[in-house]
């Protein structure tokens, strides 16, 4: 935990407006001074969330992720980008996690598997043309879901917070978190 969990007459924060009718249950149990807990709680929700607008695509918002992904390297000619381990370590996943992600993509025909061109051992990810059609068909979905979250959080706050998480999720912090400084 970041810092140790109130004692009974330490005062606490009011609970925002959007959460008032949770008031009190979340500092109840710590998770207010746990940024670990606090992050995975709100990343298991907006998953949640982000994943009942994507439904109808037939997407988790990580597989929509990752096909956008995959498209966005594509788009850039980054040779690096379509590795299995430079995919898996641009979404902050092992490489047995993104098996598991890629698995239903490439059965569903939307991901294919090539050997690379100079290192056979090495495997790309691609889009298909079905892979980019569904690609496309789960970003008209996510827009309408960033553009909710957005109108109820705040375009600046919604900006600064994909900031503020993006540096965490960096190779960077990573190392220095591990080093203690």
Not at 97 to 117: N, S
């Amino acid at each position: 935990m970041d810092e140790p969990a109130p004692t009974a007459a330490a005062p606490t924060a009011p609970a925002p407006a959007a959460a008032a009718s949770n008031e009190g249950q979340s500092d109840r149990w710590g998770w207010d001074y746990c940024t670990n807990t606090a992050v995975r709680r709100a990343a298991r929700r907006l998953g949640q969330l982000y994943g009942d607008i994507s439904a109808p695509a037939g997407l988790m918002p990580t597989q929509h992720t990752l096909l956008t992904h995959l498209k966005l390297a594509a788009a850039a000619s980054d040779p690096a980008a379509g590795t299995l381990q430079n995919l898996a370590a641009a979404m902050v996943m092992d490489l047995s996690a993104l098996g598991h992600t890629l698995k239903p993509l490439i059965r569903d025909g939307y991901v294919k598997l090539v050997p690379d061109a100079r290192d056979r051992r090495v495997k790309r990810a691609r889009l298909t043309e079905k892979g980019e059609a569904k690609q496309a068909e789960g970003q008209a979905l996510w827009h309408v879901a960033q553009s909710r979250f957005d109108a109820l959080f705040g375009v600046e706050e919604s900006a600064a917070l994909r900031r503020a998480l993006a540096i965490v999720a960096s190779e960077e912090f990573a190392e220095a978190f591990k080093r203690g400084k």
